[in-house]
């Protein structure tokens, strides 16, 4: 049984350049959401997709974005890169049947923009 | 908004001896609340859960007790070894939707001294 997978494991960008994070989730779950964690806090929540759709937003900028596939699998986007957007990038999978607000993450995304 | 706040922020304990983190949230409609820990480098992992239907839960060393009126929960850690070692979350669900957002506290370093 397949867990929560992301990649890549770390990138390194610059400033104004633009990032895709990758996610797929558990097997047998099809909801997805996004937290940027920054160093030494507490995971901030991005937003969430059900359905190939956005279901709910934290408190982010436009500039980031996202999308759910077909296959349950998503990608976060993230725009005109700044340097405060250095973090740990976790994406979280859940069930719409089960337990719906039981999470399991995948081992992150280290975006380090210089 | 809810708001989750935790406390300590840096535990040390003697092995073999119990661990108490405490966190309280604001919103009375929360009703889900789980705790998270997380080594250097890796991603959160689910310890344990509890609804608030439920005043505690216990699994083996770890337990949970809610106080709904309080607006108050507490991870319980008993015969502490040094693999505890690790931040641990707590965090909150934001109702009324079908499938949660959670709200984190900001975390507790724990230190298991030998």
């Known amino acids: 049984d397949a867990g929560v997978t992301q990649s890549p494991t770390h990138l390194i960008k610059t400033r104004g350049q633009q990032v895709t994070l990758r996610c797929s989730p558990k097997s047998g779950h099809d909801t997805v959401s996004w937290y940027q964690q920054a160093l030494g806090q507490g995971p901030q929540f991005i937003f969430q997709?059900?359905?190939?759709?956005?279901?709910q937003r934290g408190n982010f900028p436009d500039r980031f974005s996202g999308h759910q596939f077909p296959n349950y699998s998503s990608e976060l986007n993230v725009n005109a890169l700044l340097l405060g957007d250095s973090a740990l990038y976790l994406c979280?999978?859940?069930?719409?049947?089960?337990?719906?607000?039981?999470?399991?993450f995948g081992p992150g995304t280290r975006l380090t923009v210089l | 908004g809810e708001n989750v706040e935790q406390h300590p922020s840096t535990l040390s304990v003697q092995e073999g001896d119990s661990a108490v983190i405490k966190c309280t949230y604001s919103?009375?409609?929360?009703?889900?609340f789980p705790w998270y820990k997380q080594e250097l480098g890796k991603r959160p992992q689910l310890i344990i859960d509890?609804?608030?239907n439920v005043g505690e839960k216990k699994d083996q060393r770890i337990a949970v007790t809610l106080n709904k009126t309080a607006k108050h929960f507490s991870l319980h850690i008993t015969e502490t070894q040094p693999e505890d070692s690790a931040v641990y979350f707590c965090?909150?669900?934001?109702?009324?939707?079908?499938?949660?957002?959670?709200?984190w506290g900001a975390g507790t370093k724990l230190i298991i001294k030998p």
């Open positions: 979280a999978s859940s069930s719409a049947e089960g337990p719906t607000d039981t999470q399991y």
């Open positions: 997709y059900y359905e190939e759709e956005e279901r």
């Open positions: 965090a909150a669900s934001i109702p009324p939707d079908s499938n949660y957002q959670l709200i």
């Open positions: 509890i609804r608030s």
């Open positions: 919103d009375s409609a929360s009703n889900y």
